[in-house]
């Protein structure tokens, strides 16, 4: 894997998000208690971030690591941590502001690990159907404030 991405395919043709981000260094926890993280095999430059805002992850990967000050976050699909099931609708409608719940999900990892969307550098956008793009791209817009982070949108060809 790139220093710059992160990767985890959506499951059941959903689509995800994943993201690469930053926070200042006085942010993000020096010690793994601090942040509800694990220090991982007792390398104490990587440890790995967990919370109940967002859904669990497969028991194969981590909701993201914390590594040498870069948060690196897993693919996040519109799943609410409360009911465990994808939000009602397509992606318009999993991703219109309130209910927007991929990035929600992930906005909640990311502060978890003590940083922020504010802070994000790269964002992959996996999409099951390019028809989607705009309707994508409308909701990125209110999440994301300037200088955007780059981005790298793409049809999933796989479903798992």
Known sequence: MDRDSSYAPSSAGYESTSASGYGPASRIP???????????????????????????????????????????????????PVTKQIVDGGVGDRTVPGKAQALNNLSAVLEE???????????????????????????YDTFFEEPKPVRWPLREACRV
């Not at 967990?50 to 040498?68: E, G, M, W, Y």
């Open 30 to 80: 020096t010690q793994p208690s601090q942040a509800s993280s694990a220090t991982i095999r007792g390398d104490p430059m990587k440890r790995a971030v967990r919370t109940q805002k967002a859904p669990p992850p497969l028991p194969f990967f981590s909701q993201a690591i914390i590594c040498q000050g870069m948060v690196y976050c897993s693919g996040s699909i519109g799943v609410s």
């Open 113 to 139: 690990a003590g940083s922020s969307l504010r802070n994000v550098v790269k964002c992959n956008v996996f999409l099951t159907d390019m028809t989607n793009f705009a309707a994508m791209n409308r909701v």
